[in-house]
């Protein structure tokens, strides 16, 4: 028996019309989980680096993550996965909700989309039965509309639907695929779910899931639920308030944006405005915050309620998440009437909303430095907000410049050339970062945006705080509690590390501290994104209830795997190298891994060589970030050594480990 998957994916072929439900190895399982470390496996084995993103060949794999749909608390994440046609490399995006819960509850892991559909169709999973179906009448329907017609035409309310806008159709390489209260966002995979020609996938469960020790996995989740109850009534002091807590990260419930309005970028991510907050513009944005926040809403199983639906006067209700509360509003320079109002829009077109306000405030600061000009404006208003909306519109459109800007601000500056490139400033492996400009190097963010593949800060960061309490008290009494650190060091880590002096960044914490944060951080992303659990209670904020230590348990008595914490380390490392591998054989290298030129004021070279250096050796990787045959030998991956060879990958530059550097000669620069 398969205890917490299903053990059965959907294979669907759009191009024939095909449908078949395979049965899955759980040695796969074993070896690499599920969510994003199958998904790797999957996209490793069946998608060469020779397919486009654009190909009948690419395929589009949504997996419900390991423990979705047992009674793990925010259990609930999709994990989609494809190659991305804005960074040609694999792509993996969440989202939360309800979708992938319902796809374990109608007998599936994964459904796997290849091929490319002749016409707009849309998928119904009703437990066994599975339909391709014409969609043709929702062309051009917004994602949210989309998801309330196909309920009403299967005359099913409680089918989870996962859809795409305009944008996916069009296939912006920033779409998004929107379910319900969430969405997967980044890196355009709803550009490739259009084209494919699916419009939406809608998925009703009503079988159950088997927990391998269910006595021993509810005394778990009740610990877990317990656990958050305290965090909830005692919030960690001395940091933002979107840190004291748990969730992902409580944006709707939070009026006070003193912090994001004044450290995060407005405009093209150029300008930032030390003094905006303020109490006039406080009550100004409570008022318009609590007029239209109808609700907040949680996800499958989780009690946080991080979401709200939005109403906004005149405008149908849509579920706003995170900080595209902000996003918006930042880009135009405008208030958060207008950033709510835009992005009613927007989640109907079905576009990131991170990537989507840059690319248009880039469009305009072009157009002020004469790169663009008024001929490729057309009809567009003269007001600030109304340039915003005539904009997103050509884009999702693709008509006249917006289809050079659908392609996001790395290729759009290459297609218009005269010096636009020096204006896409905010990318890291050619896709839209956060609109942040600091100080001073911040050695172990470094490491984190450079080597990160999942192309996404907010969700590579969290577990070590981001900056030192000020006094060694402050540290002390952080440190009494932390259970969730893997080692007892990192408690020394953070109580030695200083705002200022001799222990401060950018040589504190030292490199080789860096490199186990770093690791520490990213580790649990993965473990996450394998098992399908929001980051918002595990990888991103501080003190979660999911941790190194209690998840090994939750996996052996969930999915009846034997597991402990060096195994599940172990198999993390696995995938983790398997990602990396995919995109290797894309092309990465070392000269890809940086943070945007501009990100920080005061950079030193040497150290983030160094740092680079560093990383690579103690991650397996040569010194361009190639995984090596010794290490690939050690996590079983001999497959990828030998595809390496064979496509000459290691001849490039050797086989030879990223040399042994001292942390003290960062010191010296
Ligand atoms: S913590 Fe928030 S984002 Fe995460 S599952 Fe719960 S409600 Fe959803």
């Known amino acids: 028996m398969r205890y917490a998957e299903t053990g059965f994916n959907l294979e669907i072929d759009l191009s024939r019309g095909n449908i078949e439900r395979v049965e899955t190895d759980p040695q796969e399982t074993e070896l690499y989980l599920g969510g994003l470390g199958t998904n790797a496996k999957i996209i ?53 909700g309800f979708w992938a819960p319902e796809l374990k509850y109608a007998g599936y892991d994964k459904v796997i989309l290849r091929g490319k559909s002749p016409s707009l169709v849309y998928i119904w999973i009703n437990n066994d ?104 009534e005692n919030p960690i002091p001395g940091v933002m308030t979107i840190l004291q807590g748990l969730g992902s990260p409580q944006e709707m419930a939070t009026h006070d944006e003193k912090w994001h309005t004044e450290n995060f970028m407005w405009g093209n991510s150029r300008l930032r405005r030390k003094e905006f907050w303020n109490e006039d513009i406080e009550k100004a944005w409570t008022q318009t915050m609590e007029n239209m926040r109808t609700r907040l809403i949680s996800c499958y199983n989780c009690p946080m309620k991080c979401g709200a639906t939005i109403s906004p006067p005149g405008l149908p209700t849509y579920m706003m998440k995170c900080f595209s509360k902000l996003t918006y509003t930042m880009a135009a320079m405008a208030d958060l009437d207008f950033g709510l109002r835009i992005a009613q829009q927007a989640t109907e077109y079905g576009v990131d909303g991170f990537s989507t306000p840059q690319v248009m405030a880039f469009a305009l600061e072009l157009h002020e430095n004469g ?15 109304g340039k915003f909306y005539w904009l997103l ?156 230590h209690n998840y090994p348990k939750f996996i052996s008595a969930g999915a009846g795997i034997d597991m402990d914490e060096e195994k599940l380390t172990q198999a993390v490392k696995r995938y983790r190298t398997l990602v990396r591998a995919n995109n290797i054989r894309r092309g990465m290298r070392r000269k890809d891994e940086a943070p945007p030129k501009d990100h920080w004021k005061k950079r030193f070279p040497e150290l983030e060589k160094e740092l680079l250096d560093t990383y690579y050796k103690f991650k397996g990787w040569n010194n361009d ?25 290691y001849a490039e530059n050797g086989d030879t480990p990223s040399p042994e550097t001292s942390a003290e000669k960062g010191k010296e620069v």
């Open 44 to 96: 490793w084995d069946r998608v060469p680096p020779e397919v486009d993103p654009f190909s009948p060949e690419n395929l589009l794999i949504f997996s419900a993550g390991l423990l979705c749909g047992t009674p793990a608390i925010g259990c609930n994440r999709t994990i989609v996965s494809t190659i991305s046609p804005q960074t040609r490399l694999m792509a993996f995006s969440m989202m939360g």
């Open 129 to 232: 039965k599975v339909e391709i179906r014409d969609a043709s009448h929702l062309q051009g329907k917004g994602a949210v509309e989309t998801a309330d017609l196909i309920q009403k035409e299967l005359k099913e309310p409680k089918a989870q639907v996962a859809s795409i806008g305009l944008a996916g159709e069009n296939r912006v390489y920033f779409a998004s695929i929107e379910q319900g209260r969430s969405s997967a966002s980044r890196l355009g995979i709803g550009a490739v779910m259009g084209d494919k020609n699916v419009k939406a996938i809608a998925v009703r469960g009503t079988k159950d899931i088997n927990v391998a020790r269910p006595v021993e996995y509810f005394e778990l989740c009740n610990e877990v639920l317990q656990y958050i109850q305290f965090r909830n």
């Open 371 to 385: 790169i663009l000009t008024d001929d490729d404006f057309p009809g567009m208003p003269e007001d600030n907000e």
């Open 393 to 548: 519109d050509r884009i999702v459109r693709r008509e006249g410049i917006g289809d050079v800007l659908a392609n996001g601000t790395y290729w759009a500056a290459k297609e218009i050339g005269k010096g636009a490139e020096e204006y896409a400033h905010n990318t890291i492996k050619k896709h839209e970062q956060l609109p942040l400009k600091l100080s001073m190097l911040n050695p172990i963010y470094f490491l984190m945006y450079a080597t990160g593949e999942k192309i996404n800060i907010t969700q590579i960061e969290g577990q070590f705080p981001q900056a030192p309490w000020p006094t060694r008290e402050e540290r002390e009494e952080f440190v009494k509690d932390w259970i969730q650190v893997p080692d007892e060091k990192f408690k020394q880590y953070l109580l030695d590390w200083e705002l200022r002096g001799e222990k401060s960044i950018p040589y504190y914490p030292t490199v080789d501290m860096c490199c186990d944060i770093v690791d520490w951080q990213e580790r649990m992303h993965y473990i996450d994104d394998a098992l399908g659990m929001c980051a918002g209670l595990s990888s991103f904020p501080l003190k979660p209830p999911y941790h190194i």
């Open 625 to 649: 970030g190639i995984p090596t045959k010794e290490s690939l030998h050690e996590l079983g991956l001999d497959y990828v050594a030998e595809d390496f060879e064979s496509r000459g990958i």
